[in-house]
């Protein structure tokens, strides 16, 4: 079982920078794929980035792989998502997500994620 809490999210002026993270709690060690989702209002959950617990191996969406970088902190049990250079395009909710690993890359589809967060709102203003 995890447990996933986001924190971070705000509101920012275009051009900004934000720092969302994701407090990770778990009964049992060993590795996982940790990623962040977005979904805006009436469409589909959005991939953005995601990273390897053990290793640390990370993945970006095309929208993301320019400005926002994945990281763990494997002593507090975090991910964090740095944003920087938003756009009001980037106004979504954002969701953490723990995924069981296997030997490849971080998946990008959402149903292959076993675990979400609440979710955290992130306003850029124009």
């Known amino acids: 079982q995890v447990q996933l809490v986001e924190s971070g999210g705000g509101l920012v002026q275009a051009g900004g920078s934000l720092r969302l993270s994701c407090a990770i709690s778990?009964?049992?060690?060993?590795?996982?794929?940790m990623g962040w989702f977005r979904q805006a209002p009436g469409k589909e959950r959005e991939f953005v980035a995601a990273?390897?617990?053990?290793?640390?191996?990370?993945d970006y969406s095309d929208s993301a792989k320019d400005r926002f970088t994945i990281s763990r902190d494997n002593v507090r049990n975090m991910i964090n998502l740095q944003m920087a250079s938003l756009k009001p395009e980037d106004t979504v909710v954002y969701y953490c997500?723990?995924?069981?690993?296997?030997?490849?890359?971080?998946?990008?589809?959402?149903?292959?994620?076993?675990?979400w967060g609440q979710g955290t709102q992130v306003t850029v203003s124009s």
């Open positions: 997500a723990a995924a069981s690993w296997y030997a490849g890359v971080p998946p990008r589809r959402e149903r292959e994620y076993d675990y």
């Open positions: 778990r009964r049992s060690a060993g590795n996982y794929f």
């Open positions: 990273i390897t617990w053990i290793g640390g191996t990370a």
